[in-house]
């Protein structure tokens, strides 16, 4: 079983923790919802833990958690990310590194939304191999460069776990990515991590 110490590259834990265990207890139940998102939906990009949308004056990439950059992405539209983006005044990872620190300030902290299940340990590595896309003139289309969280029972070939919310799925990593998943990849968006849902979504 993967520790209950938050860290981006691990899974979260409920506030019950998971039993150690390779078979959980019929009784036990996983994580409460705080907010469900259809899988289908990109509501979920910059959605579950987005903060408001204001210009910056400043042509220099602001640092993560700069008041200037809090306002450049403060529900900003994916177009005006994009545009941001383009002009240099912010990059896929310095966005991704906002965000992750925006989930480590509500989701564990604060008041503990507990709405991600788990970060992906390579989005930084993803974010900075689309940065240098973008330099190099390719640009794959209006999600390029764009964080997006998955609810968890979308499959994904990574470092990350796809459990559909179930204890009987802990430790399950998917050989393929579902279509979504794959076409979001190849649509140049970033998947930062997965989401909260009742178990296989029967909430």
Known sequence: MRPTTYSPAKR???SSARPVASAPAPSSRPLQVFAKCHSSSLAAVLAVLAVGCA????PTEPAPNSAQ????????????LQRRMASGELSAERLVDYYLQRIESIDRSGPELRAVLELNP???TVAKRLDRER??????GPL???PVLLKDNIATADRMQTTAGSLALV????????????????????ILGKTNLDEFAMG
């Open 171 to 190: 430790g399950s990593t998917p050989r393929r990515d579902a279509t979504v998943a794959a076409r979001l990849r190849a649509a140049g968006a970033v």
């Open 12 to 14: 979260q834990q409920p």
């Open 135 to 140: 330099e190099q003139g390719r640009v794959r």
């Open 55 to 58: 210009s910056s004056s400043s």
């Open 144 to 146: 390029h460069g764009i």
């Open 69 to 80: 950059l809090r306002e450049a992405v403060r529900e900003a539209s994916v177009a005006e």
């Open 122 to 124: 390579e989005a930084r």
